[in-house]
T-cell receptor, first 114, second 117 residues
Framework: GQQLNQSPQSMFIQEGEDVSMNCTSS?????WLWYKQDPGEGPVLLIA?????ELTSNGRLTAQFGITRKDSFLNISASIPSDVGIYFC??????????????FGKGTHLIIQP | GAVVSQHPSRVICKSGTSVKIECRSL??????MFWYRQFPKQSLMLMAT?????????EQGVEKDKFLINHASLTLSTLTVTSAHPEDSSFYIC?????????????FGDGTRLSIL
């Protein structure tokens, strides 16, 4: 099946630093989503992107939908301890008019050192 | 808004037992719900798409007779893992998209940790 290449796999940063992660795909996706998952819980939606080139912010988070529709990045500014967790990108094709399931990246594990 | 509830949150049972997991959209209607599986330290993999009033569609490699899906109402989908074995132990997560509005994002339940002894 399709896969999204998400990098980096893990990040060790100091509190207050900015964070950047990205996803690429060999296929076009018409919707890109970024989720955060805490241990033992389901993913929580952070940002949804629907249009190629779109740049969207949610507080300290900023995400962009690549112009080719094959990539997206997520930036977190001024990281804080509660940002710790696993971040997943997800793509959805939105083809054929029906609801499509998501294809997920492998996740970026964010660890913040005090 | 857009809350998805999943029950139970954890199941531990013997090999050969069938286990039913419920997924409910609490404040919206969902014609379509999705079931994912997540093994430890791995990503979420789509198992099947649950369609209200019709048969579920399964991803390649997922046995439909093993993972029975019923979506009898616009707010409830169930996944039954039949005759579960240790290799079925995993984190099962459902998601739902509101019926109204085009291109709505999926909202996830909190998952069910299934452990088969």
């Amino acid at each position: 099946g399709q896969q999204l290449n998400q990098s980096p796999q893990s990040m060790f940063i100091q509190e207050g630093e900015d964070v950047s992660m990205n996803c690429t795909s060999s296929s076009i996706f018409n919707t890109w989503l970024w989720y955060k998952q805490d241990p033992g819980e389901g993913p929580v939606l952070l940002i949804a992107l629907y249009k190629a080139g779109e740049l969207t912010s949610n507080g300290r988070l900023t995400a962009q939908f690549g112009i080719t529709r094959k990539d997206s990045f997520l930036n977190i500014s001024a990281s804080i301890p509660s940002d710790v967790g696993i971040y997943f990108c997800a793509g959805r094709q939105d083809s054929g008019g029906g609801a499509d399931g998501l294809t997920f990246g492998k996740g970026t594990h964010l660890i913040i050192q005090p | 808004g857009a809350v998805v509830s999943q029950h139970p949150s954890r199941v531990i049972c013997k090999s050969g037992t069938s286990v039913k997991i419920e997924c409910r959209s609490l404040d919206f209607q969902a014609t379509t719900m999705f079931w994912y599986r997540q093994f430890p330290k791995q990503s979420l993999m789509l198992m099947a798409t649950s369609n209200e009033g019709s048969k579920a569609t399964y991803e390649q490699g997922v046995e439909k007779d093993k993972f029975l899906i019923n979506h009898a109402s616009l707010t409830l989908s169930t996944l039954t893992v039949t005759s579960a074995h240790p290799e079925d132990s995993s984190f099962y997560i459902c998601s739902a998209t509101p019926t109204t509005g085009v291109g709505q994002p999926q909202h996830f339940g909190d998952g069910t940790r299934l452990s088969i002894l």
